[in-house]
């Protein structure tokens, strides 16, 4: 019995033995052999600052995970792009309408880009409370074409009612439609021309310029410290939000005004002289998001987040937020699993699950012992099972009791005891071998009863091997007699 516990033993070790290294040798594998997984990412060309923000976060990236910057245009063409399968990932301002981007999942925000409004001076120097009415006459440059950074501006002045609901110019203002880098060359041209030059180049800068774009802005920036633009307050997130209740239902294309988000520009931000602005300047802006097709591995999206760090989101002046609070399309599974991870750990959460295991385990395996025990009580031979049959070979021999079906003749009713006797033995030795009788000292118990039996037979025997008793046919209680 001991050598068969021993060798299942040793056969299950080995087979546990084989199953970890085989875990080992896969994960080894899988971490350090496999081939890296690339991944696309583009930020754009609408703004400068978004396109370095996507090369940082691809150089921020290591280890089996290569992510390759490609280029792109707006927000809504790489959404298209990360729809499509064409692009992994993609960096895009907030406000689109999710429901025509089914393969799109939200990985995290990256903080709000605001909504600049930025107006000449010596017009900002004749109204010391400037609203939108200054715009009204004016040249405006609202930004590129089909940009989500465009369409905030123009449902702004759509509220403010300086544009119809149409794809028709408004006759309130002079639109000016073209990208914030061709409007930083004219700044920037402006300020190295001279003489004529520079006053007719100084000419063609608008009047005022609706500029979405993370802070420090580098547009915003030569637009006031070259250009002579100061920043106009744009209070009216809560109006958006309102407006998007109306039914607007003309050519041009709407943001989704109800995720128009309210931030400040802080004091300062701008410059000290002139104070750019002079303290805190509220506006409305579009939550920078980063996105992945919903195709794209949990565990290298995983890994990504993993490997952007700190020192990535310091540099390029955002924070890295996962949390994904009200987000605006479905959250991928990377990103929930790495928030998971990245949560403190909770005593209560670890203990919790492990208590109710361990009860449901302790409950089962008491209710498996005791329905063991039963079993295996019913299975159970008393000791005084064989005792009685060992009481009735001796009662047989003493001729305290008759068995019908035994041999009358001394010798052969010897035999039919001894055979009787040696059946109880052998039932006794196999019910303890099988677990069936309890305790070595029942057993040493019935051994010594089999064993004095037996002795009081070879007794018997001999009596009838004495010439003195003669022999014939005799009946068992003469034969208890001699």
């Not at 309408?97 to 010596?122: D, K, S």
């Not at 100061?230 to 995720?259: I, K, M």
């Not at 931030?263 to 506006?283: K, N, R």
């Not at 955002?318 to 750990?345: C, I, Q, Y």
Request: charged letters at 20%.
């Amino acid at each position: 019995m001991m050598r068969t516990h021993q060798r299942w033993w040793t056969i299950g070790g080995g087979l546990l033995g084989v199953t970890l290294l085989s875990v080992a040798a896969f994960n080894y594998c899988r971490c350090y052999c496999g081939a890296p997984v690339r991944l696309t990412l583009s930020g754009g060309n609408v703004c400068p600052l978004r396109t370095e923000m996507a090369q940082r976060i691809a150089a921020g990236i290591s280890g089996h995970v290569e992510v390759n910057v490609c280029s792109g245009t707006n927000s809504e063409q790489i959404c298209h792009a990360v729809d499509a399968g064409e692009l992994d990932l993609g960096l895009i301002l907030g406000g689109l309408p999710t429901a025509q981007y089914r393969n799109v999942r939200q990985v995290a925000t990256l903080g709000v880009e605001p909504l600049h409004l930025l107006v000449r001076r010596e017009l900002l120097e004749k109204d010391p409370t400037p609203s939108l009415e200054i715009l009204r006459g004016r040249r405006v440059s609202i930004g590129e074409p089909g940009a989500n950074g465009t369409r905030l501006a123009e449902d702004l002045l759509q509220l403010a009612g300086l544009m119809e609901d149409s794809a028709d110019e408004s006759p309130e203002f002079v639109a000016e439609r073209h990208a914030a880098s061709t409007l930083l060359n004219q700044v920037l041209a402006w300020r190295a021309a001279a003489g004529a030059e520079q006053i007719a180049l100084r000419e063609r800068l608008p009047d005022a310029a609706f500029v979405v774009d993370s802070m420090p802005s580098e547009l915003v920036d030569q637009l006031v410290r070259d250009g002579e633009y100061g920043l106009v307050p744009l209070p009216f997130a809560t109006a958006l939000h309102l407006d998007s209740r109306r039914n607007h239902s003309g050519e041009r294309v709407h943001l989704r005004n109800d995720r128009v988000e309210a931030v400040s520009i802080p004091a300062f931000a701008y410059g000290i002289q002139p104070a750019t602005p002079s303290q805190d300047c509220e506006t409305i802006g579009l939550r920078l998001m980063l996105v992945a097709n919903k195709d794209v591995s949990t565990s290298a999206l995983f890994d990504a987040l993993r490997s952007m760090t700190d020192a990535v989101a310091a540099h390029t002046r955002v924070n890295l937020d996962v949390t994904n609070a009200n987000p605006e399309f479905p959250v991928h599974p990377g990103s929930d699993a790495f928030l998971r991870a990245r949560r403190p750990l909770n005593l209560d959460e670890i203990l919790g699950p492990t208590t109710d295991a361990l009860s449901v385990a302790g409950a089962t395996i008491a209710g498996c012992l005791a329905l063991w025990s039963f079993i295996r009580g019913l299975r159970a031979v008393q000791p005084d099972v064989h005792l009685r049959q060992i009481d009735r070979i001796e009662r047989l021999l003493q001729g305290h009791e008759l068995d019908e079906s035994a041999p009358t003749l001394p010798g052969e009713f010897l035999e039919y005891l001894e055979s009787r006797l040696s059946q109880v033995k052998q039932k006794v030795i196999e019910d303890y071998a099988n677990g069936r009788l309890d305790g070595d000292d029942a057993l040493i118990g019935i051994l010594t009863l089999v064993a004095d039996t037996r002795h009081l037979l070879t007794e018997r025997r001999k009596l009838l091997a004495d010439p003195e008793l003669g022999s014939g046919r005799l009946q068992p209680r003469n034969l208890a007699a001699a």
